[in-house]
């Protein structure tokens, strides 16, 4: 079983950072995709980040050079940086993992059996 935790949202400005976090216990796969997610009320949860365990990372064309993905090993714990924030960013962010690494697809949420509570991230203009 894997555990994962995530934390660090709030409310920012437009235009502001955030650090969100993601940390991970119990199982440890050699292989895994590790990614962040994101969802508003009515609709459809959308794939923000993704990094594997051999550091392949994806993004979604929204966040390209906004958003960076990372991962501390020996923490067991993923982050995503969050800057040049907008309104449309805003939504609950989940982080997830399965044990393979990211494929072609890596923002295929069904892909994904382990998910985090989510951690509400807020951007006002």
């Known amino acids: 079983q894997v555990q994962l935790v995530e934390s660090g949202g709030g409310s920012v400005q437009s235009g502001g950072s955030l650090r969100l976090s993601c940390a991970a216990s119990?199982?440890?796969?050699?292989?895994?995709?590790m990614g962040w997610f994101r969802q508003t009320p009515g609709k459809k949860r959308e794939g923000v980040a993704a990094i594997d365990s051999v550091g392949s990372t994806s993004y979604a064309e929204s966040v390209k050079g906004r958003f960076t993905i990372s991962q501390d090993n020996a923490k067991n714990t993923l982050y995503l940086q969050m800057n040049s924030l907008k309104p449309e960013d805003l939504a609950m962010y989940y982080c997830a993992s399965h044990p393979f690494i990211c494929s072609g697809e890596p923002f295929r949420a069904s892909s994904f059996p382990n998910w985090g509570q989510g951690t509400q991230v807020t951007v006002s203009s």
């Open positions: 119990g199982y440890r796969y050699s292989s895994y995709c």
